[in-house]
């Protein structure tokens, strides 16, 4: 199954504490559904000191957001778009924004 959101696309988050945010997609998970997006979902985890010149401590990193918060944002109207898939001639299968037509794969 081809995937709607990947790595490195800019996406905008659709429910949560963090909607309305922005930011580009770090990493996907498509078996739990989920995706790493920067600097969204924020949590702080506690480090301990693993080696010396490591620091411990308290540190804020990204935790995982549900697909299904996420929209890619189209890149002509740069708003929030539903993405459909289209065969091009050459038999080549891509990514296209529902709102405006583009096709989102380079």
């Known amino acids: 199954?081809?995937?709607k959101i990947r790595k490195g696309d800019r996406v905008q988050v659709l429910a949560g504490r963090d909607k309305g945010k922005r930011g580009e997609v770090l990493r996907v998970m498509p078996t739990d559904g989920r995706a790493l997006v920067q600097g969204v979902?924020?949590?702080k985890r506690h480090r301990?000191?693993?080696?010396?010149?490591?620091?411990?401590?308290?540190?804020?990193?990204?935790?995982?957001i549900d697909l299904s918060n996420l929209a890619l944002i189209d890149p002509k109207t740069d708003k929030p778009a539903r993405?459909?898939?289209r065969i091009l001639e050459d038999g080549k299968k891509v990514r296209v924004s529902k709102a405006s037509g583009e096709v989102l794969d380079a």
């Open 1 to 3: 199954m081809a995937a």
């Open 41 to 43: 979902n924020m949590v």
């Open 83 to 85: 993405v459909g898939f």
């Open 48 to 64: 301990k000191q693993t080696r010396i010149g490591e620091a411990g401590g308290i540190t804020p990193m990204e935790s995982s």
